[in-house]
């Protein structure tokens, strides 16, 4: 059955969840409408859409956040995880999931603590890239046509730079003005940078041989813009020598580790970018004295050595007249030596004439020895085989029987033997020497000089046979003997002596 009592009634009012929703929404905007909040950035999360996700933490909560796209180019930093930060905006709710949330309009670093933690995440990031390394550094031109340089174009540092060159060695400036500091100065400091690599080279304005990035003094969040990674990335890239002088000698940043030198003042920078003229006309004075004091000493040098060389070469004309001395002796020794070589070949073979024996001597000499040897052959043989017969005779006589037969056959053979030794024997030793005698005879007068005679030379002699060779030798009615080829003529020289002698015939023999 029904409970027939009626329900109890509740003053309490009843909300819809949209109500409820609302009524937090519209009393958190109400309340928080303006808030600073301070808190380590975490789960940053940039959306397709622009908008930036992200969480606001400190050690006992965490707070979600949004940055919508259009206070995103308002809000003076780009967020990342780990860097502590106080955001500026309201508080909001999300209805569809019962949370609150902070809709940050403006950003900043929470203190120098903050940026120095951001800085050196930085640091470390694109150190390990290699950004940073000392092989990367190019070097600066000795002495560059056109200067570029990234600055603010109000204050005092681009007045510096110009009269700084102008004073040292005016060379032609070209200014691109930046903001260097606030927002949007880093986007604007890398893309003066990138804009300057990118100028053609013999374009109008020229490219610029070294580019200084200068700033004057101010804090740690004035100098923040050339921390950002967007700058140090720019300048890296750069194909142009770069000199960073960013604040005073003290101050540091992440520019002055990419960059190829580092200057403590935009003064300095200047000056380490362009050489004073006055230094280099003393440079240059310098060199030249030294090069015409080196060029002097190497002349003086080589001047030297050739003095030396000149000590050792002989006088050329005095070998030349040595020369042709010399061939000139050699040349009238040869001529004189010609005739004294005849002379002396000519005297040789008159002494050899001279111990020549006659040939015909000789033949008779030759064939009387031959005439005595044969007749001793011929008398001889028959006494030798009378001797043989006389001593087998005796020993016919002692022996008897068979020893008589032997003696018989003995003397068979001793005849026989004294046949040969008679006839065959002698008479070829005879023929042999007849007609080796005879062969010896043309040889000994084709080698007489007697032979010559017979073509019409004559043989001239002194009485006692000595040849005579010259006519010098012959004295005045001198007696000689002149011997033609059928027989000899005596004859008397006529003259007064060292002439040449004319023989008279005085008596004719002939020699048969």
């Not at 409408?33 to 400190?58: F, N, Q, W």
């Not at 019962?98 to 694109?126: D, T, V």
């Not at 007696?479 to 005085?506: H, I, M, N």
Request: include cysteine; hydrophobic fraction near 45%.
């Amino acid at each position: 059955m029904d409970d027939p009592r009626p329900s109890p009634v509740s003053n309490l009012p009843e909300f819809t969840v949209s109500e409820i929703s609302g009524a937090v929404k519209r009393t958190l905007e109400t309340n928080f409408s303006r808030v600073r909040v301070r808190g380590e950035l975490t789960e940053v999360r940039a959306y397709p859409s622009g908008h930036i996700y992200l969480s606001l933490k400190d050690e006992g909560a965490k707070i979600s956040g949004i940055v919508w796209k259009s206070s995103v180019p308002r809000l003076g930093m780009k967020p990342e995880n780990g860097i502590e930060v106080i955001a500026t905006g309201r508080i909001s709710s999300f209805g569809e999931r019962s949370s609150y949330q902070l809709i940050i309009e403006r950003m900043e670093y929470a203190g120098a603590g903050a940026l120095l933690a951001r800085i050196e995440m930085i640091r470390l990031r694109l150190a390990a890239e290699g950004l940073f390394d000392a092989d990367r550094k190019r070097v600066l031109p000795g002495l560059p046509r056109v200067i570029g340089v990234v600055t603010s174009e109000r204050g005092a540092v681009i007045q510096d730079i110009r009269i700084t060159i102008a004073r040292r060695f005016p060379r032609h400036i070209l200014v691109w003005p930046v903001p260097v500091q606030g927002e949007g100065a880093a986007e604007r400091i890398a893309a003066a940078i990138a804009g300057f690599d990118a100028m053609p080279a013999g374009g109008d304005p020229p490219r610029p041989d070294v580019l200084i990035i200068a700033r004057g003094g101010g804090s740690l969040e004035d100098l923040m813009a050339f921390n950002e990674e967007v700058v140090l990335r720019a300048a890296a890239a750069c194909r142009i020598p770069l000199i960073s002088a960013v604040g005073h000698e003290t101050d540091t940043t992440l520019i002055d580790f990419v960059s190829d030198r580092r200057a403590p003042t935009p003064t300095a920078a200047a000056e380490m970018a362009i050489p004073a003229r006055a230094d280099l006309v003393a440079d240059l004075a310098q060199k030249g004295s030294r090069l015409i004091g080196a060029l002097n000493r190497l002349a003086q040098e080589y001047r030297l050595r050739l003095t030396r060389a000149e000590r050792g070469i002989p006088d050329v004309p005095a070998l030349l007249g040595t020369a042709r001395q010399r061939l000139d002796d050699r040349a009238e020794r040869a001529m004189l030596a010609l005739p004294s070589l005849v002379a002396r070949r000519r005297a040789v073979l008159t002494s050899v004439e001279r111990r020549l024996p006659d040939p015909r001597s000789l033949t008779a000499a030759a064939r009387e020895s031959l005439r005595d040897r044969g007749l001793r052959l011929v008398l001889g043989a028959p006494g030798l085989v009378a001797a043989r017969r006389s001593g087998l005779d005796l020993m016919a006589h002692r022996l008897s029987g068979a020893a008589g037969r032997a003696v018989a056959v003995l003397r068979g053979r001793a005849d026989r033997v004294t046949g040969r030794l008679t006839v065959s024997p002698l008479r070829g030793a005879l023929r042999e020497a007849r007609a080796h005698l005879s062969g010896l005879g043309p040889r000994l007068d084709a080698a007489s000089p007697l032979a010559i005679l017979q073509r019409g030379y004559v043989l001239v002699t002194d009485p006692a046979g000595h040849p005579v060779v010259s006519a010098a030798s012959v004295k005045p009615n001198a007696r000689l003997r002149l011997r033609f080829g059928d027989g000899e003529v005596d004859a008397v020289t006529q003259g007064s002596g060292g002439g040449k002698p004319r023989a008279k015939a005085a008596q004719a023999r002939l020699d048969l």
